[in-house]
């Protein structure tokens, strides 16, 4: 630092750059300060983001708004944005973006531009917002084959979402730092065991006005993935659920033997 100036730095400026440094803050939903866990530097800007990405983004947007009634912020200027690929990760690339407390995550094959397919993950917490899709090249949302007209009393996840071919499972806390897994999964023997615990018929009911705490991705062989929400606080059973068209909007009740399995997984990396 330039003497000059640090000459007029008192000893109480510099405790409170230590602390922005060490606990940097942002402005959630009206104003109020939230804390948050070290997160990266952006690594690109509208400018310099992938045409296609921004695309997708924009769609997501278009079509919350227009089809959920759950207004985001429209404007790229808005949304901070990170390119997280995985540096071991070879074909595929995945960019998150976040805007308040709300976080996007598009994620997207190595492929021709005009026949790629995005799938978007939009999670807003502070709102209990969740919406998980696919938007083509054109900035059209996919329609999905599976999509259930009546309402469903129970729902098979191996089946309906190709559980079966899961090569990788990953978890984050649903919050602001989720930028990298709180815990991957890649040996099979539990991946199988997850899997034949989720393989039964799930009792579904109505949406449990809570967030999830934790968001589950099925990582499958072809690259694919499907993510839930995992367990609401203070609530019991315990709970998936999806934005998918399978769900109908309701909750699974998960599986006693897939909790036995994963909430000891859970609990020595969050801390509970």
């Not at 099925?218 to 068209?245: I, N, W």
Request: proline residues 7%; aromatic residues 8%; negative net charge.
């Amino acid at each position: 630092m330039n003497q000059k100036y640090g000459q007029f730095i008192r000893p109480g400026m510099v405790c409170a750059l230590m602390l922005l440094l060490v606990f940097p803050v942002a402005c959630g939903e009206n104003g109020e300060v939230v804390e948050l866990s070290s997160p990266p530097a952006p690594t690109a800007t509208s400018r310099t983001a992938p045409v296609g990405m921004l695309t997708a983004h924009r769609a997501a947007l278009n079509h919350i708004a227009s089809h959920l009634a759950h207004d985001l912020p429209q404007s790229d200027a808005d949304w901070t944005i990170y390119n997280i690929t995985e540096a071991d990760v070879i074909g595929r690339t995945t960019y998150r973006l976040k805007s308040g407390s709300c976080l996007m995550t598009i994620s997207y094959p190595l492929t021709a531009p005009e026949a790629t397919i995005y799938h978007v993950v939009v999670d807003d917490p502070a709102a209990d917002f969740y919406w998980e899709g696919d938007i083509d090249a054109q900035g059209e949302v996919v329609i999905r084959p599976f999509v259930v007209g009546e309402e469903t009393a129970v729902i098979n996840l191996v089946d309906v979402a190709d559980l079966r071919s899961t090569t990788r499972i990953e978890i984050c806390e649903l919050d602001w730092a989720c930028y990298t897994p709180l815990l991957t999964i890649n040996d099979t023997e539990t991946i199988t065991a997850l899997v034949d615990a989720l393989d039964t018929d799930l009792p579904l009911v109505t949406h449990a006005q809570c967030p999830a705490v934790y968001q589950i991705r099925f990582v499958l062989a072809d690259d694919e993935s499907h993510t839930f929400g995992y367990t609401c606080e203070m609530k019991t059973p315990v709970f998936l659920r999806g934005s998918q068209d399978f769900w109908n909007g309701q909750d699974g009740i998960a599986p006693d033997a897939f909790n036995e399995i994963l909430l000891p997984l859970l609990t020595p990396v969050s801390g509970g």
